[in-house]
């Protein structure tokens, strides 16, 4: 079956799947590729690669996988067209070991669970610094409008942002070694 000669269930099928993934699909692809707007490009051709090749996908099995080889293939061809990629020292073997290992942490869910630690740790902050955190990476205020929004100095949001993040830090890795 190709996307032309699609019926609306497997449509349907395919934008449900892609949806339900998409957001650890682009950490996928954010975390090989540096540049937030290359990864953005090479997400999007993914996503066309993908469309493309539906028809080759069995319905029922680890659709995340199968997105995640494409998106490593489309990350392979990035870097062989980017000129960019020549200044750096990051070898295609290196990239496909943090592939593997990425193949991995999803496998053994750790970040599933340290989503899940960060979300406990992001409740313990006050309702005043949850916030400006939510501002600030949610909503992608910039430091002058939280300092704006917030009464603050630019230096003091910068500080608190700064303080906020490893607080957070440590609250996870402590989440993160205590038995379940």
Same mark, same amino acid.
Request: overall charge neutral.
């Given at each position: 079956?190709?996307?032309?000669?699609?019926s +609306?269930?497997?449509?349907?099928?395919?934008?449900?799947?892609?949806?339900?993934?998409?957001?650890?699909?682009?950490l996928?692809?954010?975390?090989?590729?540096?540049?937030?707007?290359?990864?953005?490009?090479?997400?999007?051709?993914?996503?066309?690669?993908?469309?493309r090749?539906?028809?080759? /996908?069995?319905?029922?099995?680890?659709?995340?996988?199968?997105?995640?080889?494409?998106? /490593?293939?489309?990350?392979?061809?990035?870097?062989?067209?980017?000129?960019? $990629?020549?200044?750096?020292?990051?070898s295609?073997?290196?990239?496909?070991?943090? !592939?593997?290992?990425?193949?991995?942490?999803?496998?053994?869910?750790?970040?599933?669970?340290?989503?899940?630690?960060?979300?406990?740790?992001v409740?313990?902050?006050?309702?005043? $610094?949850?916030?400006?955190?939510?501002?600030?990476?949610?909503?992608?205020?910039?430091?002058?409008?939280?300092? $704006?929004?917030?009464?603050?100095?630019?230096?003091?949001?910068?500080?608190?942002? !700064?303080?906020?993040?490893?607080?957070? /830090?440590?609250?996870?890795?402590?989440?993160?070694?205590? +038995?379940?």
């Open positions: 079956m190709s996307p032309s000669d699609d +609306p269930e497997r449509t349907e099928a395919f934008l449900r799947l892609l949806n339900q993934h998409e957001r650890r699909l682009g996928y692809v954010t975390g090989l590729i540096h540049c937030p707007q290359d990864a953005q490009d090479v997400l999007q051709e993914g996503k066309i690669v993908m469309w090749q539906f028809d080759q /996908f069995e319905l029922g099995t680890n659709f995340a996988a199968w997105a995640r080889k494409i998106l /490593f293939y489309q990350i392979l061809a990035y870097r062989r067209r980017s000129k960019r $990629h020549r200044g750096e020292t990051l295609d073997r290196m990239l496909e070991m943090l !592939s593997e290992e990425s193949e991995t942490a999803i496998r053994e869910k750790r970040w599933e669970n340290r989503e899940k630690a960060l979300d406990e740790c409740t313990k902050l006050s309702d005043e $610094h949850r916030e400006i955190l939510l501002l600030r990476y949610r909503d992608e205020s910039s430091i002058e409008g939280i300092s $704006h929004r917030t009464e603050r100095t630019e230096g003091a949001v910068y500080r608190l942002l !700064s303080r906020l993040r490893k607080n957070l /830090f440590q609250c996870v890795q402590k989440q993160l070694q205590e +038995p379940a």
